[in-house]
């Protein structure tokens, strides 16, 4: 499955956290049905539907025929990961922001439950992971040549089939500290 770079029409789907949490999860743990989801959500099968048919409508997901009947129907993702570039996409700051602003909320809940089951994870995973931050002086060039490394390690990272491997999120979080009064940098 490739990538996908929503217009403004689907990044305005995507801005709904349900929606952002659905996509997330049929990438991760593989097709479901509305009814599955619903549950998995805490959400009533009604709402389900109609957010499956909003991912559906932008091309994020699709019915998985392969699976269920008329009454019985499965989705799963249609790609495996979503990209934004505002600047290439003439997307303006109010959408794109609204989208981050979900997307952070969701990075932060993951974390959230991470950090909650880390004293119960088995000894050979209970050091692997970073909750690590850096602050460095950087120019823009400096910095988008950053985040292109720091991704292109994180993209020839292959899966492994290895009985031991276990999912293993990655966030990649860069940004320009807030507050700064660029006046005075």
């Given at each position: 499955m490739a990538a996908?770079?929503?217009d403004i029409?689907?990044?305005?789907?995507?801005?709904?956290p349900v929606r952002l949490r659905m996509l997330g999860l049929l990438r991760t743990e593989g097709?479901?049905?509305?009814?599955?989801?619903?549950?998995?959500?805490?959400?009533?099968?009604?709402?389900?539907s109609y957010h499956l048919r909003q991912l559906a409508q932008h091309g994020f997901i699709v019915e998985d025929t392969d699976r269920g009947n008329a009454r019985d129907r499965w989705w799963r993702a249609a790609h495996s990961e979503t990209r934004t570039d505002?600047?290439?996409?003439g997307i303006d700051g109010e959408h794109m922001e609204a989208y981050l602003a979900t997307v952070a909320q969701l990075y932060a809940d993951r974390l959230r439950a991470a950090v909650a089951e880390?004293?119960?994870?088995p000894e050979e995973w209970a050091d692997v992971g970073s909750l690590s931050?850096?602050?460095?002086?950087l120019t823009p060039a400096q910095a988008e040549a950053l985040v292109q490394r720091l991704e292109a390690i994180i993209e020839e990272t292959t899966s492994s089939d290895d009985p031991e491997a276990a999912p293993f999120a990655v966030n990649l979080n860069a940004f320009v500290r807030p507050g700064l009064p660029w006046g005075e940098r």
């Open positions: 996908i770079t929503p029409a689907g990044l305005r789907a995507l801005s709904h097709p479901a049905t509305a009814t599955t989801l619903a549950a998995r959500l805490d959400l009533n099968t009604g709402a389900t505002a600047r290439g996409q880390m004293s119960f994870l931050d850096w602050e460095l002086r």
